[in-house]
């Protein structure tokens, strides 16, 4: 059995190049679970989800000669699949949807409303399935362009560059969104919860 | 809820404030505001915990066995297929 480590060195963009089927499921083994979380983070459907996941690995397949290895094999990996999903978005809302949208409203974060100290709840009680389904649906009422911030930096763990780098902005946009789209989601929770404890 | 201009001078660093990206000083200025601002002190309390929160329930999230084999056998990889 290879281990997690091993399969990391195995997994390198020469022997992808070279369509070694090793290399390739190592790739898959090790980039998947991610990728299938970050469509349906997106997506919010878990039918599109796995269409992303496996359209990100064949588009991946098919283009990894053009691979530069100026960014890393996972930024590479995620810029895939968010195009797939932004492609996705534009075709269920037929708009235009792209993450550059945004500009005008980019000044500062709205000001907080909801004022109610609800982090005395227990996870248990916060992440029940009402709750977990409370997230989900606050997640999907952010416009794409703050929902891809958030499920890359937040959900994703990307670095703020790595986040500007897949998503092709700059640093300080990532900023200014990821603050923006944590305190939409806290008044959206904070409604939620605020109800709950009342 | 009142908004001091300190409580919207606060806003703009709550980001950074979280990830503990700020200065010591920014930091430190921060946290004299907060100790005298029930209403910040909240807003930063379930700022962090809605972020924890998302954290938290990605964490037990794992991909469904048959998408896994889906996936494989679409990339012609059914070799590979973990098991
Ligand atoms: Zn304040």
Redesign the pocket.
Known sequence: MVDRLARRELVTPARLKAKDPEAMAGLVELYSANIYRLALKMLNNEQDAEDVLQETFIKAFRSVDKFEERSSLSTWLYRIAMNEVLMLLRKHKQEVISVDEEQASEEGAPEPVEIVDWCCLPEKELLDSEGRDHLNKAIERLSPALRAVFVLRDIQDLSVRDTAETLNISEAAVKTRLLRARMQLREDLSRYYGKRIA | ME??S??KH?LGSLSDYVDGELSKELCAEIER??A??T???V?VDTLRRTIELYKAAVSHETVPEHVVQRLYMRLNLDDYIPH
């Open positions: 908004h001091s300190s409580c606060l505001h907060l005298d601002c209403n910040c002190q807003v």
